[in-house]
Structures are given as structure tokens and as C-alpha cells.
């Protein structure tokens, strides 16, 4: 709260959202009373949150039970990393209707061996579209987000990887290509952070 309030780090620079709030699976006793905390804060100011789940498909439910007992607003929540974490479409729907923004964020990482965790099969970009065109047809078009995950150099251009523009160069063409209209891309890629992000 008082990083939001006063500023982070002994500095007057206020933080904007509370996260990435990082989870395991199973869930830690600790990483259990930070997500209580998390939603404390959100209640009192109304702010987004974004979560990294744990590896594991129920990660995500169980991470918005604990947040919704608290007294967390799902609506400002983001769930990161869903395309690792649920494959199956079925239960992919079942967490939609949730009602938190739905992120696939691992866009430009197509890995034949996930060494976080072997047993998963890294989703292509274009498997990823596919599921973000799947959850526009349920209705969901309001609550998705997408993004790139950058945290290694490899993945900059200067080293040999897609870049910061990856999704408006290539992944916007081809979401094109796959059927999803303009207007829908504009509102995930503009219109649904813009609301997230918006302090309450």
C-alpha cells in the first residue's frame, strides 16, 4: 500500500500495480498469506494485480479462491501465463467465467523442451491464437490480454530474438489472417489493459 501511496524503495515513485505476484504449486504457506495481502491492498485502493501462477492447471482456480475469500476485485486481476498453464479447452472456459483478464504472455517462445517443466509442450504462436481466437468466440473478447514475457537477452533483437515488436509485426498479421477483426485486437491490445490498469 505505501509503495502505491509514497513511492517504492525509499523513492517517490509510485508503483502503478501490485505484482508480478509469483506462486508455486503447490501454493506456499508464505506465497498463501502474500496473496492475502495482495488482496487487502487491492481492496483499499482499487488497483490492478497481476498473478504468475503456478505450473499446474488448478493453480489458477485455486489462486482466485484465496483472492476472492480475501475480498480481492477479479475483475482487476491478471492471471499470466495461461498458455502454459491450461491446455484443456474445457477447463480453460470453466476459469473464464471466473470473470479475471486472461493472459497469454509467451508470445515469441516456441520451445521443443520447457526446462521449468519438461512434461509441458510449449504451445506454438499460432496454437496460441487459435486459443485467443477460441475465447472471442465463447465472448471473452473483454477480458484478454497478451504480451511478450521478456526477461532473458536472447529474446531481444539484438541478440537474435523477436523483439519488443514481435506482436504488432507478427502476431497482429496473423491474427488477421486467422479471422479476429481489427476492432477486437484493438480492444486486447488497448481498450483491455487501459481498463485494468485503471485504478478504481
Known sequence: VNEILSGADGTNIKCGVVGEIGCSW???????????????????????????????????????????????????????????????????????????????????TELLHYHFHPEIDMPSDNERIARIRMLIDEGYEDRIVIAHDMHTKNRLMKYGGHGYSHILKNIVPKMLIRGIPQNIIDKILIENPKQWLTFK
Not at 481492496?43 to 505450473?55: A, K
Not at 483472492?67 to 484443456?88: N, P
Open 26 to 108: 503447490p501454493l506456499t504457506e508464505s506465497e498463501n498469506k502474500i496473496l492475502q495481502a495482495t488482496a487487502h491492498a487491492q481492496s483499499q485502493l482499487g488497483c490492478p494485480i497481476i498473478i504468475h501462477p503456478g505450473r499446474n492447471s488448478d493453480a489458477p482456480f485455486q489462486i482466485i479462491r484465496i483472492l476472492q475469500e480475501t475480498g480481492a476485485d477479479i475483475s482487476k486481476t491478471v492471471m499470466s501465463h495461461l498458455d502454459r498453464t491450461i491446455f484443456d479447452e474445457k477447463k480453460l472456459l470453466e476459469f473464464a467465467k471466473l470473470g479475471c483478464y486472461l493472459e497469454y504472455d509467451l508470445f515469441g
